[in-house]
């Protein structure tokens, strides 16, 4: 079945530092890949997506490449606010029936000043 | 912005006490799902709803649990009998949106439900 494995966390960074937080998928046939935000007590809100292999997905300057050779989405932003503190969760749907997302266990982020 | 909304947005209930929790999908929005967090966890897959019928369920969907569409607007989930286990934050999502003769699978999720049995 399908499967999102991501990098766990928490991951601590100062403020401006580059963040990468890794994801790699298990799917069948050609997944959609996502990135989910939670701020603290809110909802799941969606980050960015990519539907297809090379695909860029990006927003509010986060960005991740569809790489389907080494089946990844990593997540990368260049310089981390303390806004930006969250937990992401990196998903994929692999279409079929009903379109189902599959989650990783989500990383913590905390941006210090 | 169109958006799904949920309520409560907390609910404290006793185990073996019956709870319905309510949203309200995007309205021209086809498919409309529950997922659970147990808190520190994942988020996981409950069941997918399409056409006024269940499309697939988990595991951890079982007989306890049971799903409506009563009115068009509304999707509620309900949980039978409730069980410590039970805890978690409740996420409604909904998703299928033609614009243009192409489906449109980004899933819009609520705010959450944080169901607590004691």
């Known amino acids: 079945g399908d499967s999102v494995t991501q990098m766990e966390g928490p991951v601590t960074l100062s403020e401006e530092a580059f963040l990468t937080i890794n994801c790699t998928y298990t799917a069948t046939g050609y997944p959609s890949l996502f990135w989910y935000v939670q701020y603290p007590g809110e909802g799941l809100q969606l980050l960015l997506k990519?539907?297809?292999?090379?695909d860029k997905g990006s927003n509010k300057g986060f960005e991740a490449t569809y790489r389907k050779e080494t089946t990844s989405f990593h997540l990368e932003k260049g310089s981390v606010q303390v806004s930006d503190s969250a937990v992401y969760f990196c998903a994929l749907n692999s279409g079929g029936s009903n379109y189902k997302l599959t989650f990783g266990k989500g990383t913590l982020l905390t941006v210090n000043p | 912005e169109p958006e799904v909304t949920q309520t409560p947005s907390h609910q404290v209930t006793q185990m073996g006490q019956e709870v319905i929790l309510r949203c309200v999908p995007i309205s021209n929005h086809l498919y409309f799902y529950w997922y659970r967090q147990i808190l520190g966890q994942k988020v996981e897959f409950l069941v997918s709803f399409y056409n006024n019928e269940i499309s697939e369920k988990s595991e951890i969907f079982d007989d306890q649990f049971s799903v409506e569409r009563p009115d068009g607007s509304n999707f509620t989930l309900k949980i039978r009998s409730t069980k410590l286990e039970d805890s978690a934050m409740y996420f409604c999502?909904?998703?299928?949106?033609?614009?243009?003769?192409?489906?449109?699978?980004?899933?819009?999720f609520g705010q959450g439900t944080r169901l607590t049995v004691v």
């Open positions: 999502a909904s998703s299928g949106q033609f614009t243009g003769g192409y489906m449109n699978t980004e899933a819009f």
């Open positions: 990519a539907t297809k292999a090379d």
